[in-house]
Protein backbone atom coordinates (compact mmCIF):
# COMPACT_ATOMS: atom_id res chain seq x y z
CA UNK A 1 0.00 0.00 0.00
CA UNK A 2 1.38 3.45 -0.98
CA UNK A 3 -0.26 5.82 1.76
CA UNK A 4 -1.04 9.60 0.57
CA UNK A 5 -3.52 10.27 3.63
CA UNK A 6 -1.00 12.27 6.22
CA UNK A 7 -3.26 14.80 6.40
CA UNK A 8 -5.40 12.75 8.31
CA UNK A 9 -2.91 11.10 10.33
CA UNK A 10 1.11 10.37 9.96
CA UNK A 11 2.04 6.82 8.52
CA UNK A 12 4.28 4.80 8.64
CA UNK A 13 5.43 6.09 12.51
CA UNK A 14 8.95 6.49 12.68
CA UNK A 15 10.82 3.54 14.24
CA UNK A 16 12.42 5.87 17.47
CA UNK A 17 8.28 6.42 17.82
CA UNK A 18 7.46 2.75 17.54
CA UNK A 19 10.69 1.63 20.02
CA UNK A 20 9.47 4.71 22.35
CA UNK A 21 5.78 2.96 22.61
CA UNK A 22 7.25 -0.43 22.84
CA UNK A 23 9.41 1.42 25.73
CA UNK A 24 6.87 2.64 27.63
CA UNK A 25 4.61 -0.34 27.92
CA UNK A 26 7.94 -2.26 29.17
CA UNK A 27 9.32 0.18 31.71
CA UNK A 28 7.10 3.55 32.22
CA UNK A 29 3.64 1.62 33.32
CA UNK A 30 3.06 3.78 36.36
CA UNK A 31 0.62 6.36 36.70
CA UNK A 32 2.62 9.35 36.65
CA UNK A 33 2.03 12.58 39.26
CA UNK A 34 -0.08 10.23 40.87
CA UNK A 35 2.44 8.71 43.45
CA UNK A 36 6.11 8.62 44.90
CA UNK A 37 7.59 5.04 43.98
CA UNK A 38 10.07 4.87 41.42
CA UNK A 39 8.46 3.91 38.04
CA UNK A 40 5.60 6.87 39.04
CA UNK A 41 8.57 9.20 39.73
CA UNK A 42 10.36 7.58 35.94
CA UNK A 43 7.01 7.98 33.84
CA UNK A 44 6.80 11.34 35.44
CA UNK A 45 10.53 12.09 34.40
CA UNK A 46 9.47 10.79 30.96
CA UNK A 47 6.02 12.93 30.32
CA UNK A 48 8.30 16.23 31.88
CA UNK A 49 10.50 15.48 29.20
CA UNK A 50 8.02 15.46 26.86
CA UNK A 51 6.93 18.69 27.81
CA UNK A 52 10.06 20.07 27.78
CA UNK A 53 10.81 19.29 24.22
CA UNK A 54 7.24 20.68 23.11
CA UNK A 55 8.19 23.87 24.85
CA UNK A 56 11.28 24.21 22.49
CA UNK A 57 9.12 23.57 19.56
CA UNK A 58 6.53 25.62 20.17
CA UNK A 59 8.53 28.27 22.60
CA UNK A 60 6.83 28.06 25.43
CA UNK A 61 7.13 27.05 29.70
CA UNK A 62 7.19 23.19 29.87
CA UNK A 63 4.29 23.84 32.66
CA UNK A 64 2.20 25.88 29.82
CA UNK A 65 2.46 22.41 27.69
CA UNK A 66 -0.94 20.57 28.01
CA UNK A 67 -1.30 16.89 27.01
CA UNK A 68 -5.21 16.55 25.17
CA UNK A 69 -5.95 13.41 23.31
CA UNK A 70 -6.61 15.34 19.78
CA UNK A 71 -6.38 19.14 18.29
CA UNK A 72 -10.17 19.17 18.67
CA UNK A 73 -9.91 18.99 22.67
CA UNK A 74 -7.32 21.72 22.90
CA UNK A 75 -9.46 24.09 20.23
CA UNK A 76 -12.67 23.14 22.23
CA UNK A 77 -10.55 23.98 25.36
CA UNK A 78 -9.86 27.68 24.25
CA UNK A 79 -13.11 27.89 22.40
CA UNK A 80 -15.47 27.16 24.95
CA UNK A 81 -13.96 29.45 27.77
CA UNK A 82 -15.57 32.28 25.77
CA UNK A 83 -17.35 34.83 28.33
CA UNK A 84 -20.82 35.71 27.42
CA UNK A 85 -22.13 38.31 24.81
CA UNK A 86 -18.34 37.99 23.42
CA UNK A 87 -17.91 37.81 19.50
CA UNK A 88 -15.51 35.22 17.94
CA UNK A 89 -13.57 35.25 14.51
CA UNK A 90 -13.03 32.59 12.18
CA UNK A 91 -11.58 31.95 8.86
CA UNK A 92 -13.24 30.61 5.85
CA UNK A 93 -11.16 27.54 5.91
CA UNK A 94 -11.39 26.45 9.55
CA UNK A 95 -11.96 22.71 10.12
CA UNK A 96 -15.12 21.81 11.80
CA UNK A 97 -13.66 21.02 15.31
CA UNK A 98 -13.27 24.97 14.78
CA UNK A 99 -17.08 25.35 12.91
CA UNK A 100 -19.05 23.51 15.40
CA UNK A 101 -17.53 24.90 18.97
CA UNK A 102 -18.39 28.44 17.75
CA UNK A 103 -21.72 27.34 16.10
CA UNK A 104 -22.49 25.20 19.34
CA UNK A 105 -21.88 28.68 21.18
CA UNK A 106 -24.19 30.64 19.24
CA UNK A 107 -27.02 28.30 19.67
CA UNK A 108 -26.55 28.34 22.83
CA UNK A 109 -26.77 32.27 22.90
CA UNK A 110 -23.20 32.59 24.46
CA UNK A 111 -21.17 34.29 21.95
CA UNK A 112 -21.77 35.13 18.17
CA UNK A 113 -19.32 34.46 15.58
CA UNK A 114 -18.32 35.40 11.95
CA UNK A 115 -16.32 33.89 9.01
CA UNK A 116 -13.83 36.05 7.73
CA UNK A 117 -12.51 35.86 4.16
CA UNK A 118 -9.64 34.69 3.41
CA UNK A 119 -7.08 35.13 0.02
CA UNK A 120 -5.11 32.80 -1.09
CA UNK A 121 -1.56 34.01 -1.23
CA UNK A 122 -2.66 37.48 -0.61
CA UNK A 123 -2.00 38.20 3.04
CA UNK A 124 -2.59 42.03 2.98
CA UNK A 125 -5.90 41.29 1.76
CA UNK A 126 -6.82 38.62 4.46
CA UNK A 127 -5.67 40.54 7.33
CA UNK A 128 -8.28 43.36 5.52
CA UNK A 129 -10.84 41.21 5.65
CA UNK A 130 -10.59 40.14 9.62
CA UNK A 131 -9.91 43.73 10.66
CA UNK A 132 -13.75 44.22 9.11
CA UNK A 133 -14.77 41.50 11.12
CA UNK A 134 -13.34 42.90 14.69
CA UNK A 135 -16.33 44.04 16.42
CA UNK A 136 -16.31 45.63 19.82
CA UNK A 137 -16.89 42.96 21.49
CA UNK A 138 -15.05 40.30 19.98
CA UNK A 139 -12.71 38.19 22.03
CA UNK A 140 -10.86 35.62 20.16
CA UNK A 141 -9.75 34.86 16.71
CA UNK A 142 -9.65 31.10 16.13
CA UNK A 143 -7.52 30.38 12.60
CA UNK A 144 -5.72 27.36 10.84
CA UNK A 145 -2.35 27.43 9.76
CA UNK A 146 -3.35 25.57 6.21
CA UNK A 147 -6.24 24.61 4.97
CA UNK A 148 -6.61 20.62 5.34
CA UNK A 149 -8.73 20.55 2.35
CA UNK A 150 -7.04 22.83 -0.09
CA UNK A 151 -3.68 23.24 1.27
CA UNK A 152 -3.80 26.94 1.33
CA UNK A 153 -1.75 28.93 4.28
CA UNK A 154 -2.97 31.75 6.29
CA UNK A 155 -0.81 34.38 7.44
CA UNK A 156 -0.57 33.70 11.03
CA UNK A 157 1.80 36.15 12.37
CA UNK A 158 -0.38 39.20 10.57
CA UNK A 159 -3.47 38.21 11.61
CA UNK A 160 -1.74 37.69 15.38
CA UNK A 161 -0.52 40.92 15.33
CA UNK A 162 -4.00 42.18 14.18
CA UNK A 163 -5.63 40.50 17.58
CA UNK A 164 -2.99 41.79 19.55
CA UNK A 165 -3.15 45.22 18.49
CA UNK A 166 -6.88 45.12 18.91
CA UNK A 167 -6.89 43.20 22.23
CA UNK A 168 -7.88 40.35 21.26
CA UNK A 169 -6.66 36.71 22.12
CA UNK A 170 -5.46 34.61 19.14
CA UNK A 171 -5.67 31.05 18.74
CA UNK A 172 -3.98 29.13 15.85
CA UNK A 173 -5.13 25.72 14.75
CA UNK A 174 -2.25 23.89 13.81
CA UNK A 175 -3.71 20.71 12.89
CA UNK A 176 -1.84 20.81 9.48
CA UNK A 177 1.28 23.04 10.26
CA UNK A 178 2.77 21.65 13.16
CA UNK A 179 5.96 20.02 12.27
CA UNK A 180 5.69 21.44 8.81
CA UNK A 181 6.23 25.14 9.96
CA UNK A 182 9.02 26.11 12.55
CA UNK A 183 6.99 27.39 15.44
CA UNK A 184 9.87 28.17 18.08
CA UNK A 185 10.47 31.55 16.83
CA UNK A 186 8.64 34.16 15.41
CA UNK A 187 4.77 33.61 16.63
CA UNK A 188 4.77 35.69 20.17
CA UNK A 189 1.30 37.05 19.44
CA UNK A 190 -0.24 33.53 19.12
CA UNK A 191 -1.82 33.00 22.59
CA UNK A 192 -2.83 29.14 22.07
CA UNK A 193 -1.63 26.96 19.73
CA UNK A 194 -3.37 23.23 19.18
CA UNK A 195 -1.91 20.77 17.80
CA UNK A 196 -2.50 16.96 17.21
CA UNK A 197 0.55 15.16 18.01
CA UNK A 198 0.14 12.48 15.63
CA UNK A 199 0.30 14.33 12.18
CA UNK A 200 3.29 15.93 11.24
CA UNK A 201 4.44 15.27 14.85
CA UNK A 202 4.74 11.84 14.52
CA UNK A 203 3.19 10.87 17.72
CA UNK A 204 0.69 7.48 18.15
CA UNK A 205 -2.88 8.82 17.76
CA UNK A 206 -4.72 9.80 20.56
CA UNK A 207 -2.09 12.07 20.95
CA UNK A 208 -3.01 16.33 21.33
CA UNK A 209 -1.41 19.28 22.48
CA UNK A 210 -2.33 22.73 23.87
CA UNK A 211 0.52 25.31 24.28
CA UNK A 212 -1.53 28.19 26.53
CA UNK A 213 0.40 31.07 26.92
CA UNK A 214 -2.77 32.74 28.43
CA UNK A 215 -3.73 29.91 30.46
CA UNK A 216 -5.71 32.42 33.02
CA UNK A 217 -7.86 33.30 30.09
CA UNK A 218 -9.57 30.07 29.32
CA UNK A 219 -10.93 27.62 31.58
CA UNK A 220 -10.71 23.56 31.89
CA UNK A 221 -12.93 21.30 29.48
CA UNK A 222 -12.60 18.30 32.30
CA UNK A 223 -12.62 18.33 36.02
CA UNK A 224 -11.21 15.92 38.13
CA UNK A 225 -8.41 13.84 39.81
CA UNK A 226 -4.80 15.28 38.98
CA UNK A 227 -2.62 13.81 41.74
CA UNK A 228 -2.46 17.63 43.38
CA UNK A 229 -4.15 19.38 45.99
CA UNK A 230 -6.37 16.26 46.51
CA UNK A 231 -8.19 18.01 49.49
CA UNK A 232 -9.88 20.37 47.83
CA UNK A 233 -12.64 20.70 46.27
CA UNK A 234 -11.73 22.84 43.28
CA UNK A 235 -9.08 22.24 40.62
CA UNK A 236 -5.35 23.25 41.26
CA UNK A 237 -4.69 26.90 39.50
CA UNK A 238 -1.10 25.09 39.00
CA UNK A 239 -0.51 24.40 35.81
CA UNK A 240 -0.59 22.00 34.01
CA UNK A 241 -2.52 20.55 36.26
CA UNK A 242 -5.68 22.29 35.69
CA UNK A 243 -6.15 21.10 32.45
CA UNK A 244 -5.14 18.08 32.78
CA UNK A 245 -8.02 15.89 35.04
CA UNK A 246 -7.57 12.15 34.68
CA UNK A 247 -5.26 9.65 33.96
CA UNK A 248 -2.90 10.74 31.13
CA UNK A 249 -2.35 8.70 27.64
CA UNK A 250 1.26 8.03 28.91
CA UNK A 251 2.79 5.69 25.66
CA UNK A 252 0.54 8.28 23.58
CA UNK A 253 2.53 11.28 24.92
CA UNK A 254 5.79 9.14 25.04
CA UNK A 255 5.90 8.26 21.29
CA UNK A 256 4.89 12.03 20.69
CA UNK A 257 8.25 12.81 22.55
CA UNK A 258 9.83 10.52 20.26
CA UNK A 259 7.81 11.75 17.04
CA UNK A 260 8.73 15.85 18.83
CA UNK A 261 12.78 15.02 18.77
CA UNK A 262 12.55 13.21 15.62
CA UNK A 263 11.05 16.39 14.32
CA UNK A 264 13.80 18.40 16.10
CA UNK A 265 16.31 16.34 14.16
CA UNK A 266 14.86 17.06 10.56
CA UNK A 267 14.09 20.62 11.76
CA UNK A 268 9.99 20.79 10.84
CA UNK A 269 11.13 23.50 8.01
CA UNK A 270 13.59 21.47 6.29
CA UNK A 271 10.89 18.18 6.55
CA UNK A 272 8.17 20.34 5.17
CA UNK A 273 10.24 22.04 2.15
CA UNK A 274 10.63 18.14 1.35
CA UNK A 275 7.20 17.40 1.59
CA UNK A 276 5.93 20.54 -0.28
CA UNK A 277 8.68 19.91 -3.28
CA UNK A 278 7.29 16.12 -3.53
CA UNK A 279 3.81 17.42 -3.29
CA UNK A 280 4.70 20.16 -6.44
CA UNK A 281 5.52 17.26 -8.23
CA UNK A 282 3.01 15.20 -8.41
CA UNK A 283 0.84 18.50 -8.50
CA UNK A 284 2.41 19.32 -11.57
CA UNK A 285 2.19 15.82 -13.06
CA UNK A 286 -1.68 15.80 -11.81
CA UNK A 287 -2.05 18.77 -14.22
CA UNK A 288 -1.18 17.06 -17.43
CA UNK A 289 -3.42 13.70 -17.28
CA UNK A 290 -6.63 14.16 -18.82
CA UNK A 291 -9.60 13.76 -17.12
CA UNK A 292 -8.06 15.29 -13.67
CA UNK A 293 -9.47 18.42 -12.17
CA UNK A 294 -7.44 19.95 -9.62
CA UNK A 295 -8.75 22.37 -7.09
CA UNK A 296 -6.41 23.62 -4.89
CA UNK A 297 -3.02 25.62 -6.12
CA UNK A 298 0.58 24.35 -6.87
CA UNK A 299 2.16 24.29 -3.38
CA UNK A 300 4.74 25.82 -2.50
CA UNK A 301 6.42 25.67 1.00
CA UNK A 302 5.79 29.15 1.61
CA UNK A 303 1.96 29.36 0.68
CA UNK A 304 1.05 25.84 0.67
CA UNK A 305 1.03 22.63 3.07
CA UNK A 306 1.76 19.75 0.89
CA UNK A 307 -2.15 18.63 0.12
CA UNK A 308 -3.82 18.64 -3.12
CA UNK A 309 -7.38 18.51 -4.18
CA UNK A 310 -8.58 16.89 -7.04
CA UNK A 311 -11.15 14.38 -9.13
CA UNK A 312 -10.59 12.54 -12.01
CA UNK A 313 -13.55 12.09 -15.27
CA UNK A 314 -16.74 12.60 -13.69
CA UNK A 315 -16.23 10.78 -10.49
CA UNK A 316 -16.67 12.36 -7.26
CA UNK A 317 -13.81 12.67 -4.66
CA UNK A 318 -15.19 9.61 -3.03
CA UNK A 319 -15.26 7.81 -6.65
CA UNK A 320 -12.10 8.95 -7.04
CA UNK A 321 -10.36 7.86 -3.79
CA UNK A 322 -12.02 4.78 -4.27
CA UNK A 323 -10.71 4.30 -7.44
CA UNK A 324 -7.46 4.98 -6.15
CA UNK A 325 -8.01 2.51 -2.70
CA UNK A 326 -8.71 -0.50 -5.54
CA UNK A 327 -4.86 -0.01 -6.86
CA UNK A 328 -3.44 0.24 -3.46
CA UNK A 329 -3.43 4.04 -2.80
CA UNK A 330 -4.83 5.96 0.56
CA UNK A 331 -6.00 8.77 0.16
CA UNK A 332 -8.63 10.78 1.50
CA UNK A 333 -12.13 11.13 -0.34
CA UNK A 334 -15.45 13.15 0.55
CA UNK A 335 -15.79 16.67 2.21
CA UNK A 336 -12.86 16.27 4.84
CA UNK A 337 -14.96 17.30 7.79
CA UNK A 338 -14.81 20.92 5.93
CA UNK A 339 -17.52 22.07 5.24
CA UNK A 340 -16.60 25.72 5.04
CA UNK A 341 -13.22 25.36 2.87
CA UNK A 342 -15.78 23.24 -0.01
CA UNK A 343 -18.11 26.09 0.26
CA UNK A 344 -15.72 28.39 -0.29
CA UNK A 345 -14.64 26.58 -3.09
CA UNK A 346 -17.30 25.55 -4.65
CA UNK A 347 -16.53 21.31 -4.03
CA UNK A 348 -19.84 21.02 -1.48
CA UNK A 349 -21.55 18.60 -3.53
CA UNK A 350 -19.05 16.44 -5.28
CA UNK A 351 -16.25 16.82 -2.71
CA UNK A 352 -12.91 16.29 -3.50
CA UNK A 353 -9.80 13.22 -3.24
CA UNK A 354 -7.12 14.54 -1.06
CA UNK A 355 -2.89 13.60 -1.84
CA UNK A 356 -1.97 14.30 1.43
CA UNK A 357 2.29 13.98 1.22
CA UNK A 358 4.24 12.84 4.47
CA UNK A 359 7.91 12.77 5.11
CA UNK A 360 8.27 9.18 4.64
CA UNK A 361 6.63 9.62 0.92
CA UNK A 362 8.94 8.88 -1.43
CA UNK A 363 9.54 9.90 -5.46
CA UNK A 364 8.37 6.17 -6.19
CA UNK A 365 5.61 6.53 -4.48
CA UNK A 366 4.74 9.81 -5.91
CA UNK A 367 5.53 7.87 -9.64
CA UNK A 368 3.16 4.94 -8.83
CA UNK A 369 0.51 7.21 -7.86
CA UNK A 370 0.90 9.21 -10.93
CA UNK A 371 0.64 5.52 -13.09
CA UNK A 372 -2.26 4.63 -11.89
CA UNK A 373 -4.51 7.83 -12.91
CA UNK A 374 -2.47 7.98 -16.36
CA UNK A 375 -3.55 4.37 -16.63
CA UNK A 376 -7.04 4.89 -15.93
CA UNK A 377 -6.95 8.35 -18.21
CA UNK A 378 -6.06 6.49 -21.00
CA UNK A 379 -8.77 3.76 -20.47
CA UNK A 380 -11.44 6.88 -20.77
CA UNK A 381 -9.22 9.71 -23.07
CA UNK A 382 -7.43 7.74 -25.76
CA UNK B 1 28.93 20.23 42.25
CA UNK B 2 27.48 22.80 44.67
CA UNK B 3 26.91 22.15 48.07
CA UNK B 4 29.61 19.91 50.10
CA UNK B 5 28.77 18.05 53.67
CA UNK B 6 28.90 21.08 55.65
CA UNK B 7 25.68 23.07 53.60
CA UNK B 8 22.29 22.74 54.68
CA UNK B 9 19.68 20.65 52.63
CA UNK B 10 16.45 21.71 52.20
CA UNK B 11 12.84 20.92 50.94
CA UNK B 12 11.25 23.10 48.67
CA UNK B 13 7.23 22.47 48.29
CA UNK B 14 5.71 22.55 45.16
CA UNK B 15 2.47 22.79 43.29
CA UNK B 16 2.45 20.21 41.35
CA UNK B 17 5.06 17.38 39.97
CA UNK B 18 5.81 19.20 36.99
CA UNK B 19 7.03 22.02 38.75
CA UNK B 20 8.79 19.83 40.98
CA UNK B 21 11.10 18.36 37.97
CA UNK B 22 11.18 21.82 36.52
CA UNK B 23 13.10 22.91 39.57
CA UNK B 24 14.91 19.97 39.98
CA UNK B 25 16.03 20.07 36.12
CA UNK B 26 17.11 24.04 37.19
CA UNK B 27 18.84 23.52 40.19
CA UNK B 28 20.78 20.31 38.65
CA UNK B 29 21.76 22.82 35.87
CA UNK B 30 22.91 25.37 38.31
CA UNK B 31 25.53 22.42 39.78
CA UNK B 32 23.19 21.25 42.88
CA UNK B 33 22.30 18.00 43.93
CA UNK B 34 18.91 18.04 43.88
CA UNK B 35 16.19 15.25 43.45
CA UNK B 36 12.39 15.06 43.72
CA UNK B 37 10.51 12.55 45.86
CA UNK B 38 6.97 12.35 47.27
CA UNK B 39 5.80 13.18 50.84
CA UNK B 40 2.53 14.59 51.45
CA UNK B 41 3.50 15.30 55.25
CA UNK B 42 6.31 17.18 54.66
CA UNK B 43 4.24 18.84 51.67
CA UNK B 44 0.91 19.64 52.52
CA UNK B 45 -0.40 21.84 49.66
CA UNK B 46 -1.45 18.71 47.43
CA UNK B 47 0.99 17.09 45.37
CA UNK B 48 3.55 16.18 48.20
CA UNK B 49 6.25 15.98 45.48
CA UNK B 50 9.40 17.91 47.34
CA UNK B 51 12.40 19.03 45.51
CA UNK B 52 15.04 18.46 48.47
CA UNK B 53 18.72 19.80 47.34
CA UNK B 54 21.76 20.93 48.88
CA UNK B 55 23.33 24.61 49.40
CA UNK B 56 22.81 28.41 50.01
CA UNK B 57 18.98 28.64 50.39
CA UNK B 58 18.88 31.77 48.74
CA UNK B 59 20.88 31.14 45.74
CA UNK B 60 18.98 28.26 45.22
CA UNK B 61 15.49 30.20 45.54
CA UNK B 62 16.50 32.77 43.43
CA UNK B 63 17.66 30.35 40.36
CA UNK B 64 14.23 29.08 40.85
CA UNK B 65 12.41 32.43 40.57
CA UNK B 66 14.26 33.30 37.87
CA UNK B 67 12.99 29.87 36.08
CA UNK B 68 9.45 31.00 36.96
CA UNK B 69 9.33 28.04 39.08
CA UNK B 70 6.60 29.01 41.69
CA UNK B 71 7.65 27.22 45.43
CA UNK B 72 4.95 27.11 47.87
CA UNK B 73 7.49 26.91 50.79
CA UNK B 74 11.00 25.63 51.82
CA UNK B 75 11.82 24.47 55.01
CA UNK B 76 15.67 22.59 56.39
CA UNK B 77 15.38 19.10 55.65
CA UNK B 78 15.53 17.04 58.26
Redesign the interface.
Known sequence: MVYFDNAATSFPKPKEVINAVNTALLRYGAN??R??HEMS?ET??EI?KA?ETASELFNS???NVVFTKNCTEALNTVIMSTEKNSHIIISDVEHNSVLRPVFELEQRGTAEFSVAETFESDAEKTVKSFEKAIRGNTKLMVVTGASNVFGMRLPIKELSELAHRNGILFCLDAAQTAGYVDYSKGYDDVDFICAPGHKGLFGMMGTGLLIAKKPEDIKPLLYGG???????YSL?E????KFESGTLNVPGIISLNAGMEKVKSLTAEKKGREEAELSAFIYSELGKIDGVTLYSSYPRYETHSPVISFTFGDLSGEATARLLSEHGIAARGGFHCSALAHKKMGTDTRGTCRISVGAFNTFEDAVKLLGVIFSESKKVYS | MIGGFYMKEYYFLSGSVTTAMKGEEALRRAGYRAYVFKDEKINPYGCGYVIKAKGDKDAMLNILKNRGIKIRGVEEAE
Open positions: PGSGMARFRDAETGSASLEPELPD
